[in-house]
């Protein structure tokens, strides 16, 4: 199937990766769908905007349908005040790590304290390197999608 994503996601456990990163960039995003068979995401990145439609994960968690498409800032901003509650805010950092491209999550908002890392992956058991600031790994655990950040954001965990 096309547009599959594959990734594996981890807690980080200091913020060494800043000194790693390559690029930070400033994300708000909402959703217009939380259902888990089918999210609906929009969001604004640094100048530009996306809509992004993914589906159920499998039962690892590390796979699943996404489509993404740009869309000019001003309408992903339009649809956002459409989003269900709970808009969330992070910055991006992008750190290179041998093959792959770490993107590594620094959410504020009622989801400060929370630093997530995702890798993605060209098939589910491919190998990469893993730096000394990758933390326990939490694919496939739900209440760390975005999508449900959005519904009971971290600090009420």
């Known amino acids: 199937m096309e547009h599959l994503e594959i990734e594996r996601k981890f807690l980080v456990n200091s913020d060494a990766f800043k000194q790693q990163a390559t690029s930070q960039t400033r994300i708000v995003q909402g959703f217009l769908n939380t259902d888990p068979e089918r999210t ?6 640094g100048e530009k905007g996306f809509l992004t439609v993914k589906g159920a ?4 968690g590390t796979t699943r349908f996404e489509w993404e498409t740009e869309i000019s800032a001003a309408e992903a901003a339009n649809l956002i005040d459409l989003c269900e509650a709970g808009i969330l805010e992070k910055v991006r950092f992008e750190v290179p790590l041998g093959k792959h491209m770490f993107e590594v999550d620094e959410f504020l908002g009622e989801n400060k304290g929370l630093i997530l890392a995702e890798v993605e992956l060209k098939h589910e058991d491919e190998r990469f ?4 600031w990758l933390g326990q790994e939490v694919t496939g655990q739900v209440q760390y999608y975005n ?5 009971k954001p971290y600090k009420e965990w």
């Open 129 to 132: 390197e893993r730096p000394d």
């Open 40 to 45: 609906v995401r929009v969001r604004i990145r």
């Open 147 to 151: 999508s449900q950040l959005s519904i």
């Open 57 to 60: 994960s499998n039962e690892s």
